[in-house]
């Protein structure tokens, strides 16, 4: 299958870090493109800039509609995830989304290590809008200016490492995510240096995508996920026009 | 003061409705412009359609910065609300939620009345965002195709004043909102015809508009409402870069 | 239009402080008049002072019924509210609910100051009963004797002050409400030295009572806040026997 | 023990009925009193006649304080409970707190049968102040006018009953609640035609003092129970001043 | 009547601790027997060894089926609780169950003082099941290595008293639950020195099965806990097959 | 990998229909093994049969420790799967987490179509300890007696494809779980029928176990999933015994 991952951050060194995470898990079969956002932000912090990544994320699943079997929005709060999920015949899958249904299958109660203050009122309202709160043993966070997205983890590992385990031993997680695709491949790298089980967001994208794929389930026609109605619209971009046709 | 109130949807025909029943309950010194999203659909049912008309309200919101005191986002499901409250200096209200916290001081639990089976779904996620799922009584729906935004309430006016009436007989609700900027005005006119009090979007969204800037609170310098971090930005309208600027 | 300011407390210091921060935010046409209870305590921080209180507050509000527009009961806790609003034909309005619908939209997480320990359990039911429990960022609280109600703000003001620094940096509030009627009025003599918004609940009451009133919405003839149904009734002072008529 | 048993309405025919049913659950060394509110509704079906009911209860718990060795506040919704907890030496009980939590050891899912549509709103609220909302698979409620609370076991028993097959077959309820003091005793006498255990409020309420009374736990000193306060009051009758007092 | 208290755990030491506590809170006619599972581990702390309790618990409770009139289960966690409940006859009690439902009569919010940190998530998940989790203030637990479960009280009594103190001053405890069955009698020999209601499960259990059965309701016919179907079952000792019989 | 799929119940005709959906999911690399329970019911439906079930389980996952790189019960409820998480060093999938997981990603409100009415008790608790309840849009059954857990398809299958037609026009489903081993591979035959995504509880423990094994996480050594606590047991079958050990 075909797999598209869109970074809806402008930062290519972040594509490349996705990208690198991404065919460590990737199945024979499994063919990766990457997208990098043509607009917004270095890195996504905010509702603000969450709603530019989403709209740089749809434009771009617009344009190669048709030649991706499934796709993985790659920042860690799921840019436009349940709005291109209403819009698309294929799978659609996010970094966060995709890191909680991993993790709670390896523990009650996640742990999210993120990397600044900013980000986590907009992380706590994504596990929130998943329905996973009630999982959430707590969101522990790096609190010093980044000097570039593309070089936090070597900038900040050892601090990192440091939020896990306080994570695990004052909040109580029995797993953690590495949240942020800025440190993609980051768990992979420190497990061995962690007492519970560490989540990446990339990587589970790519295995819940391969995993939907696999299950080939059918796209929704009725409730909330079915196909938009017909309607007029305005000033689009060819790419966000594509989306709303239902041919 | 000046308060923006901005149309997400392309529908003049309903920014004109919005205006007659903001006007009815502007206070005299409240001096009222309107705006119309350039981009996007008809009506907004969908969290996709919710995307395409919080980024054309952005954009105006950028567009025009500076020449508001408030500004009211007017349709139910409040595209870009919290997304402008983290970059706008002033008082940002959406029609649900002043809509909510209104009918919150009239009744413990509260009916939605609303014009599409499809567009529930956006509205529960949207009253969840808020917390305030565990007051809401339910959402009852018109489930009949619309030929006009424009004409919802003489076209099906009958209709929602039963839906009304079931969502306080069957669902319990104390108090009743008809959602959704086409029904703008229309509490008013049926208020007599229903057994709770009735809320309508626009105008609790002028009044609530019009409470904040009286009580005149600092605009947030720290927690999830503070201004964006600086970073490096690409690709972005006039409009829209202006709200990333920290000036 | 008259607005009913109802202290609950027997401490006419604290109805001045109500009365001068009321008047702050009172428009031109909205005349303010103060009634302070006849029995009870200084200053209500338990469920049994809170019975007290608002059974003097309902005696007040029957013996000058159809002499007021709308009636503010202004004591944090709202002790009464959701009794009188059942019995009343004008709208009621509480310090608490009207703080809490007022931060509610400047912020998603909300902060509460309060003035001793004792009373923070109170609050907490009282931000329960109206499901806001999940917008909540804690209750940060004063920990000395009280010498007087009336000069809390002058003996406690720079504790007051860092409490809500905290509230915010370790609680992650986005807004905070200095509660209690012996605070009223220091939201806005502090607002410059705190980062984020800062909600009074004696001007959010104000502002959302002439809210309410302008809306004009009917009283309830259905539901939870329908007239109370006919029944004998005994023992009761003219006051509160007046609320139970259902003329 | 002696276990003051308090009708907070005016109904004297409802207090005997009470009565009735708590001797059959009292243990040999249990002295029952009744006493019955002084002031108030013949029914509390609202939240403003609790208000007056719990009012009158606090009087009488005032009046006799020292006299008893446990209180039974004997009217769902359990006007005054927490209030009186705080100000009282001795285990106070509530008909709802009691029935609900009797009843959580019977089933997972609790139904409530009620005596009028108005008073299921009051009754929710109350469920939810305990935390039990999760544990509520819904109120049933009668619909016809009510002639006296003296009879309603009699004018509606076949109806009750019925309600009752509702809530298991529909409602998914597990256990039921049979509520308010004007239907003291029915589950009793109708348990053998219900095919879930039926709980009702007065005896559960009787075998929870005795349970309380035995364990003999040790009054509150600190937390949301400790003794009120020291403080000015004024305008109290002797009964509710008296619960003030810190001796 | 005939009350069968049974140890989850294989340790005898800890069964006599049980049978001292319930007999101080016996009635008169209520007769006492122990039994201690045969199976399983020395102090349970993990959900599997609760799943090992939880069988071995049923295997004597259909060996000795028919020869008690009610039955407790003795380790806090309450394993086999409702899986008893739906095969037996009789009112089945939970240390955990009991403690919550008497202590939710004593204070709003409570406080769960525990033996170890690993036992910590299952109290939890424990609490969660019953609908509790809102009340609840926290869980503090030793942090030692337990050298016998049944002399924890002589070993860790101080610590266990200082968690206490911590539970009601920092957590926000109105009344306290000190859990285990190896805590058994704690509650009563400390309460003097702790300044909130203290809860033992042990006795609540036996007050709570005193209560349920004097309230004597029936067993349920339908629902979760009625009868289980008839169906075929295989390698089943003979207690437990008993317990499959529908007679 | 080697994954071992255990049937919690002792009808190997269910065991068979489980194996032929395991092999059409499964990747060319996973090796499937199946195992019948040797003692329980012929298929569960409650709370003390999946007690059954779960020591069953046990019993064979002890038997087998070292021969399997993943496990998945598969029985909808998931008999013993948080039990073995603690005690196994190999991913524990169950079917309802998987399906749970995997439903959450194609649609924001899940429905679920159980067999009988009585399971579903079970079944919403099992949601519940998983913190979905509020991504649950609600569980329809078959409400008739079943002849044999093999043939439930062939004897229900309109039923149930009516029922998931009611799950999405009643209660709001984006997608379904057809839930029960004995409906293993029907979501695949009916997938045409239905309006939405639909989920089958094998196929997604087969593909989430998959994912899980190739993200390769550690095993937790600390936390709520950490090795058991070394302790004294007595009475346990080898099998158990073994899950005991902590080498």
Redesign the interface.
């Given at each position: 299958m075909k797999l598209l991952i869109v970074n809806p951050n402008?930062s290519s060194s972040v594509t490349n870090l996705i990208e690198a995470e991404a065919r460590r898990?990737a199945?024979a079969d499994t063919q990766i493109e990457m997208a990098t956002?043509?607009?917004?932000?270095?890195?996504i912090?905010?509702?603000?800039?969450?709603?530019?990544g989403?709209?740089?994320v749809?434009h771009i699943a617009g344009e190669r509609k048709g030649q991706y079997d499934a796709l993985l929005v790659a920042a860690f709060g799921d840019p436009?995830l349940?709005?291109?999920?209403?819009?698309l015949d294929v799978?659609v899958?996010g970094m966060t989304?995709?890191a909680l249904?991993?993790a709670?299958?390896?523990?009650?109660?996640i742990g999210i290590i993120a990397i600044?203050r900013?980000i986590?009122?907009?992380y706590r309202?994504c596990v929130?809008?998943?329905?996973?709160l009630?999982?959430l043993a707590g969101i522990r966070h790096l609190d010093r200016p980044l000097r570039d997205p593309g070089t936090i983890q070597e900038d900040h590992g050892a601090h990192l490492i440091e939020l896990s385990h306080r994570a695990?031993?004052e909040d109580?997680?029995?797993?953690l995510i590495l949240a942020g695709a800025p440190l993609a491949g980051l768990?992979r790298s420190v497990?061995?240096r962690?007492?519970?089980?560490?989540?990446?967001g990339v990587?589970?994208g790519v295995?819940?995508a391969?995993?939907?794929t696999?299950?080939a389930?059918?796209?929704?026609?009725?409730?909330?996920?079915?196909k938009?109605?017909a309607?007029?619209?305005?000033?689009?971009s060819g790419g966000?026009a594509t989306?709303?046709l239902r041919e």
């Open positions: 402008i898990v199945l956002a043509a607009s917004g932000v270095a890195y912090e905010t509702r603000f800039e969450a709603l530019l989403a709209h740089a749809a436009g349940l709005e291109l999920r209403e819009v799978p899958v989304e995709a249904m991993t709670a299958q390896l523990g009650q109660r600044s900013r986590t009122a907009w309202e929130d809008r998943y329905g996973m009630g999982r695990v031993a109580g997680a029995d797993v768990a497990a061995d962690l007492p519970v089980p560490v989540v990446d990587s589970s295995c819940q391969q995993a939907l696999r299950l389930t059918a796209r929704a026609q009725a409730g909330g996920f079915a938009l109605p309607k007029p619209n305005a000033g689009l966000l989306l709303l």
